[in-house]
């Protein structure tokens, strides 16, 4: 795919300012680069959408930005702060949360400790905050005592969204939920995150389900390679032909 629309997602000029930027982002794993040199913005209220197929760097974008991975140069900057190469619990205490592809819930825990877990930076649990993500997810509330390893991927992946909002984020990293999912959980989920981010949550979300995610989302870039190759507001993303046919399967014109 080539670039056909402007390098730069369109910002409005009364956008407010950046909760995130990556600026010449580089991410090598040894002598192999994986994301090479990326400018991504994501400003305040916003959901923005990483799309790109498996092994285009999204992955490592997002453990970038959230410490576990140390860039190769460039910057990763949270409201004008400077965070690569900071641990991650010290990215977590900023008010970033990150649920991870593949859910990596806390199989022999129950329900309650896998949140409870989510909320380690605090010396209690807020009993608030426990009430939110029950809220949000009535069946976790439901199974509180149950492991998490018996729960449905569906159930796990609700699990996962909600141990990451236990740290109080205000930016959301989401990596892959709908993955292995079924049509109808996954848009149970994408509802969510839409109230999520009513609630007042900026979020990140990379997402090979392109419809859902462009649907969903205000702007969007896309990852080919370790390179952004496109970006836009949403809905120009949707109707390009290019787009379309590389990730919504449809003929190119």
């Known amino acids: 795919m080539t670039a056909e629309v402007p390098m730069a997602a369109p910002v409005p000029a009364n956008a407010p300012a950046p909760v995130l930027e990556l600026r010449g982002l580089h991410v090598a794993y040894g002598a192999i680069e994986a994301v090479k040199g990326i400018d991504l913005v ?3 209220g916003e959901v923005v959408t990483l799309l790109g197929a ?3 760097g999204k992955t490592t974008t997002l453990q970038a930005i959230s410490g576990l991975l140390r860039p190769r140069q460039g910057e990763v900057r949270f409201r004008d702060q400077r ?3 900071i641990p991650p619990h010290e990215v977590v205490s900023l008010g970033i949360g990150h649920s991870p592809e593949g859910r990596r819930v806390f199989p022999l825990m129950s329900i309650l400790e896998n949140l409870q877990m989510g909320a380690y930076r605090f010396r209690r649990v807020p009993k608030e905050d426990l009430d939110r993500v029950f809220g949000l997810f009535p ?14 991927g569906g159930e796990q992946q609700m699990l996962a969204i909600g ?5 109080r984020p205000s930016l959301l990293l989401l990596d892959e939920p709908s993955m292995g999912l079924a049509p109808l959980i996954v848009a149970q989920i994408f509802d969510i995150i839409r109230e999520i981010n009513t609630q007042g949550t900026t979020v990140l979300l990379v997402e090979q389900n392109a419809a859902q995610a462009l649907k969903l989302a205000t702007r969007g870039y896309v ?4 390179s952004i190759v496109m970006s836009a507001p949403a809905p120009e993303l949707l109707s390009n032909p290019r787009v379309r046919a590389a990730y919504l399967g449809e003929a190119a014109d």
């Open 42 to 44: 994501v400003n305040e």
């Open 54 to 56: 498996n092994g285009a």
């Open 83 to 85: 965070i690569d190469g």
């Open 139 to 152: 069946v976790l509330a439901q199974r509180r005592s149950q492991e998490a390893g018996t729960l449905s």
């Open 163 to 167: 141990r990451a909002l236990m740290g």
């Open 223 to 226: 990852l080919e390679t370790g």
